[in-house]
């Protein structure tokens, strides 16, 4: 997950497997890249933990060089107090174990250093797992980051009042390091189709009438078309109110949720553990009440054959499907996750896809010498009908319906535009 600050900065994504995942953020000067880990436990086979540091110098390797790079997550090794030149610094916590040299020995044949021991600070902010009896405390959790740019970073700590609903505590790092702005994107308008009002067609119609259709350059004529009927809907037309998505948290474990950080923050290990077992309980009882009313809607639209609501219905209860990124081959088969690569990738498969050979071996001399007839004005009136409504417009934010309700009169604007591009 990545802030909504931060979202237009992120290049690209690749996930390696369940165990690791980087993502690479534009940044100034140079891009920064976040490697997220689970590392195997110290009861897993020794195979186990070296296919992971296998996998995990394979994605390094995947990653430029001049690129910031931090390395995150949940190592399940104890590095220890005592100090690695170059690697740890004299603040880690504990006694350095088996699965901590191999740590260590993955960080000096990478050049890496361990944040989190390079601090003084309180045992409390150390610490990044308890044991579930509360018994036991462990510095398991590590942000590793390039040894080039360890003077980024100013700190290095964890905060244990934060309630996070685990056994580890968050883990903190503050660097000075710039990400580059990126614009936002503008969002279309989206018109409440269900409600245009009789205003919009009088007054589009009526500027319609006052266009001069014959011999207009095509860019031209569509430009003034299309900032006219964005004018006219946005003016006339009622904005469509998207509907918050229902959220299964009822307003009763929200407090358990409150006063379960009260506890933690205060260190009542008891009450937050009693809290926690509620707040557990009754949300899965909130999510199945949720659920099994989502479906009681669901099989009532079906009932009453309401097809639009129903698919509706299912795509909010399922959620959004999001296509994996960083899943683009470039010609070598080598996956590609930065963003300017990938576009790259597109344009050439598309230029390959359509590409043609425009030679016509009975045209000689490169005269066309025969001319397609006009395009006729019930061929654009049967386009602009048989097109399907209720989906997404295109790049101008202009859906179709509002050409639709217009009938003949956007039929007439059409056919002109349409007649001067093939003339042209």
């Known amino acids: 997950m990545v802030n909504k600050r931060v979202r237009n900065a992120v290049l690209g994504c690749n996930l390696k497997n369940d165990r690791m995942i980087s993502v690479c953020f534009q940044g100034k000067p140079f891009n920064i890249t976040v490697i997220q880990v689970y590392a195997p436990t110290r009861n897993a086979e020794e195979a186990e933990v070296e296919r992971f540091y296998e996998d995990l110098q394979d994605l390094l390797e995947l990653t430029p060089q001049k690129d910031v790079l931090f390395i995150i997550g949940d190592w399940n090794a104890k590095v220890g107090s005592q100090e690695t030149p170059g690697v740890t ?40 797992w308890t044991s579930p009896d509360g018994q036991h405390r462990n510095q398991i959790d590590y942000i590793l980051c390039s040894q080039r740019w360890r003077s980024s970073i100013q700190l290095a700590k964890t905060r244990p009042g934060a309630d996070c609903g685990s056994d580890h505590e968050l883990l903190i790092a503050k660097c000075r390091l710039k990400l580059k702005k990126v614009g936002k994107t503008t969002r279309p308008f989206r018109y409440d189709l269900n409600q245009i009002p009789y205003d919009y067609t009088v007054e589009l119609r009526n500027r319609f009438k006052g266009l001069d259709l014959i011999d207009r350059v095509p860019d031209e004529l569509w430009t003034e078309v299309r900032d006219t009927v964005q004018e006219t809907g946005i003016k006339t037309i009622p904005m469509e109110k998207k509907c918050k998505k229902a959220k299964w948290l009822s307003g009763e474990v929200l407090q358990i949720a409150v006063k379960r950080r009260e506890a933690k923050s205060k260190g009542e290990k008891e009450r937050y553990k009693h809290l926690n077992a509620e707040f557990q309980r009754i949300a899965r009882r909130d999510k199945k009440a949720f659920f099994s009313n989502q479906c009681k809607e669901i099989e009532e639209n079906n009932r009453m054959g309401k097809t639009r609501d129903l698919l509706k219905k299912i795509r909010d209860t399922k959620g959004t499907y999001h296509a994996k990124m960083g899943s683009i081959k470039d010609r070598n088969v080598m996956d590609l996750t930065e963003a300017e690569d990938i576009k790259k990738r597109w344009q050439e498969y598309t230029e390959e896809l359509y590409k043609k050979d425009l030679h016509d071996p009975d045209n000689h001399d490169g005269v066309i010498t025969h001319l397609e007839p006009d395009i006729l004005e019930c061929e654009v009136k049967w386009a602009v009908e048989s097109i399907t409504t209720n989906k997404a417009s295109g790049g101008d934010g202009i859906p179709v319906e509002l050409f639709q309700i217009l009938k003949d009169d956007a039929v007439k604007v059409l056919h002109s535009i349409c007649q001067q591009i093939w003339k042209t």
């Open 89 to 128: 610094g004299k603040f880690g916590l504990g006694i350095r174990n088996e699965a901590g040299q191999r740590l260590i020995e993955f960080c000096q044949e990478n050049a890496l250093v361990i944040a989190n021991t390079l601090f003084q600070q309180h045992k409390r902010r150390l610490y990044t």
